[in-house]
């Protein structure tokens, strides 16, 4: 399975190639947030195989590891800097039974009905063909096993996320509607299950956010993640005046307990037959 263009998939590898560094760190917690769950909701017995797709630094798989001491995680990913972030936190923590491999996850190079559990987290709606990609997956996937995405519900980063837009777009940079807004609802997420065939469906929603003491925290989301593709086409003449118009808006967001950054999340659960 492969319908995305070769010049988009490299677009994607190249930015997270550059943000590899600080991705999921401080102000990007969220991520490391939203991992701290996995073990709970899949319920893991110790003895799993699991493949997590798009594993970019390996926070989802290093959570899941330490709940598998009989068990194993094989995290792929395109971009080779957020494969040696994740091997860095891999010899951090001492994990021994984590591998991690670059590869595509619409070309998944591994056996079929192989894996008790894969995990997606905050990946299937990079492709535009969604339905073939879960698709794809699934046949990945034992009999019994099960697939766990994670993605943004609607509203999640309001409002600074339609500050940033509005104003990039000001600033003559074109915009595509967000890639995750596919996902962004348990329908959504239920319908591109059913799709590939999964059943039992089940969905939780958690909030994952917290508090900013000032703007330059919320621009260090903006610098570390998928946002760096849009700024970066500001050019450096223009990005200074940018953000100090975009932190100035972003700023008086604040209350007595500083600026919420609001990080909604919905995992959902599918299982193979």
């Given at each position: 399975m492969d319908t995305d263009s070769d010049e988009r998939k490299e677009?994607?590898?190249q930015v997270f190639n550059t943000v590899c560094e600080r991705y999921g760190k401080d102000s990007l917690r969220f991520f490391e947030n939203a991992a701290n769950h996995l073990p709970g909701l899949l319920n893991l017995r110790g003895k799993e195989q699991v493949l997590d797709i798009a594993t970019g630094t390996g926070l989802a798989a290093s959570r899941m590891a330490a709940f598998l001491p009989q068990g194993h995680v094989t995290g792929i990913d395109?971009?080779?800097?957020m494969l040696q972030q994740a091997e860095a936190m891999r010899q951090e923590l001492g994990l021994n039974n984590i591998d991690y491999r670059q590869m595509d996850m619409t070309q998944l190079a591994l056996p079929d009905?192989?894996?008790?559990?894969?995990n997606a987290s905050f990946a299937i709606f990079f492709v535009e063909d969604m339905d073939a990609l879960v698709r794809h997956i699934n046949t990945k996937i034992k009999p019994?096993?099960?697939?766990?995405?994670?993605?943004?519900?609607?509203?999640?980063?309001a409002p600074m996320q339609e500050l940033l837009m509005r104003r990039l777009q000001d600033y003559g940079v074109e915009v595509p509607q967000?890639?995750?807004s596919q996902l962004d609802s348990e329908e959504k997420n239920r319908q591109l299950f059913a799709q590939a065939g999964l059943t039992g469906i089940e969905h939780h929603r958690h909030q994952?956010?917290?508090?900013f003491q000032h703007a330059e925290q919320w621009w260090d989301v903006v610098w570390w993640a998928g946002f760096r593709g849009f700024v970066n086409q500001l050019g450096e003449e223009k990005l200074e005046q940018f953000k100090q118009e975009h932190l100035a808006e972003v700023n008086a967001l604040a209350d007595k307990n500083g600026i919420f950054f609001n990080v909604e999340i919905i995992h959902s659960i599918g299982n193979k037959s």
């Open positions: 677009f994607i590898r395109m971009s080779e800097g009905a192989h894996y008790d559990v894969i019994g096993g099960r697939l766990l995405s994670t993605h943004f519900a609607a509203g999640s980063m967000a890639a995750w994952v956010g917290y508090y």
